[in-house]
């Protein structure tokens, strides 16, 4: 065994293995060479071991982006500012026409997060007809708890560019590109994620909590945290690729 790869460092995978429900079931298992012998463990986990870091490949790409799926129950417990800070890094790299860098970031957790359960409390209650005071704290109180269900919000917002060549749509598009970057990043480091709108983020409350400006918009907000143990996430049917296809070669 290679001397980077202590005992120390294999108790910890498997403690680790152990805890995340993901684990263990075949999908996210892959190979890493180090030496002239194989290393079998997950690729969700071994970012988080510093035992691994060198020579380690990051989870395939293709393996990524078929393996990813909306996670929404995860556990309470708080991803590092590091490792958001490394889903960040990936979200910024993504392709924006002409350079522009239009998105922008708002990490909300802890009581932060009632920043977004304000907005869903304020939407709810105006979503209410006749209500009386009982059903309008209610929404409220409603609003403050689905900003609960993660430990780390991002609101992903964007402002077009003062460019005159670029185009809003394609600022638009590049801010959603960074943040599939994100969530790919998220799951690639062992992290569930979900993109919500619900509504709630093409409101005029939305935009001005998170500073947004008439023509800025909030692309939604992305929940993250440790997936819940045991809960496995549905996989939507997909059309087939001959679907969604047409191929022209004359
Ligand atoms: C722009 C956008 C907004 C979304 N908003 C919500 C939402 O408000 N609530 C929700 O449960 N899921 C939301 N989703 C997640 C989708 O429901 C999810 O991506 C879809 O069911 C496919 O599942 P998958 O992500 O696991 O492939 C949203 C996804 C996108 C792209």
Redesign the pocket.
Known sequence: MPSSIDSVALTALLVKKQENPYLGKGSFVCKHIYGDMYVMHDTLIIREIDFFKKGMSAMDTIEAIKT???V?KVSDREPSKELIEQILDAARRAPNHMNTEPWHFIVLTGEGRNKLGEVYGKVNQKNLENADQAALEAAYEKGLSSAKRAPVIIVVTMEPSDNPRAFEIEDIEATAIATQNLMLAAHALGLGS??????AAYTKEAKEQFGVSEKGHI??FVYLGYPAEGVV????ERQSVAEITEWVDA
């Not at 979900?194 to 509504?199: A, D, E, W």
């Not at 996430?233 to 939507?236: A, R, S």
């Open positions: 990813r799926r909306s929404r979900i993109l919500r709108t619900g509504g692309i939604g996430p549905k996989v939507p």
